[in-house]
């Protein structure tokens, strides 16, 4: 696929995916999802024309002219190309799955961007093999991944080898998959999303320390929290699991709620 281009004229660095293995994995990650497809960065078709087989509706998105005309010559009716950066895209507003070969050096950018859209509720993505390991908690979450896990699942299907692109890139990619949660495990987004930011910059030998400086809980509740979730007071904010970030946001809910009744006490 083609590299989105950063500034002037394109940059035509391409990473096209040859393997005829992990675009079948494709196929069948995408089957187990329904309805209009969004296609990041298609280049020359290899993901779009097996794709569209399905007969679903696909949007190619395709940042250079010249491949999104060439494409648009190949493909059925099924098949709409679209001559678009896709981080400038206008996204459908009705519910769509979202599949992308991302250029490495965008990853970033355009998951943020696809984890503000509030439409899509699943996404197949070949990414760079260490951000899939990162997005989905393996050996360690970002604070990316914790501050969305309450309302996406991140699962890493499998490793890509290089090998499997053209040119032959300088890492392995991964098979990442993201899908919205029927009910998020909590409620409001900016709060929690300080709150992870907070803890994961914050100082302190270990997670007890990081949460009892921030002032947020009680000390002997957090003990209590921290033994019946088995988390060691010493582990990092890397080690924790979705579950385990959302009953240490409740916990501050908690704590929170309990204070001013506290205050009202003392008062009497």
Do not use: C
Request: a positive charge; hydrophobic letters at 40%; charged letters at 25%.
């Amino acid at each position: 696929m083609s590299h989105p281009y950063q500034g002037g004229r394109h940059e035509l660095g391409q990473n096209f995916l040859v393997d005829r293995s992990v675009i079948a994995t494709v196929e069948r990650l995408v089957a187990r999802t329904s309805g209009p497809i969004v296609e990041i960065g298609p280049g020359d078709g290899a993901m779009t024309l097996p794709l569209s087989r399905s007969g679903r509706p696909i949007t190619a998105v395709e940042i250079d002219p010249k491949r999104a005309r060439r494409l648009e010559r190949r493909t059925p009716e099924n098949v709409v190309v679209v001559n678009s950066d896709i981080l400038r895209f206008r996204f459908p507003r009705h519910p769509h799955v979202i599949v992308g070969n991302l250029p490495f050096h965008l990853t970033t950018p355009i998951m943020r961007r696809l984890l503000t859209e509030d439409r899509w509720h699943a996404a197949v993505l070949l990414v760079q093999w260490e951000v899939a390991r990162r997005r989905a908690g393996v050996g360690g979450a970002s604070l990316l991944t914790a501050s969305w896990w309450p309302w996406y699942e991140f699962e890493v299907h499998s490793r890509v080898p290089a090998r499997s692109f053209r040119p032959v890139p300088s890492v392995d990619g991964g098979l990442l998959t993201m899908v919205r949660r029927a009910y998020p495990l909590v409620p409001d987004r900016r709060p929690y999303q300080d709150f992870v930011k907070q803890v994961f910059t914050g100082r302190g030998s270990g997670l007890r320390e990081i949460l009892d400086l921030t002032g947020r809980v009680d000390r002997t509740a957090l003990r209590d929290r921290l033994r019946a979730d088995r988390v060691s007071p010493y582990a990092l904010p890397k080690d924790l699991t979705a579950d385990q970030w959302a009953s240490l946001w409740r916990l501050t809910l908690a704590d929170a709620a309990e204070r001013p009744s506290l205050r009202r006490r003392a008062r009497r």
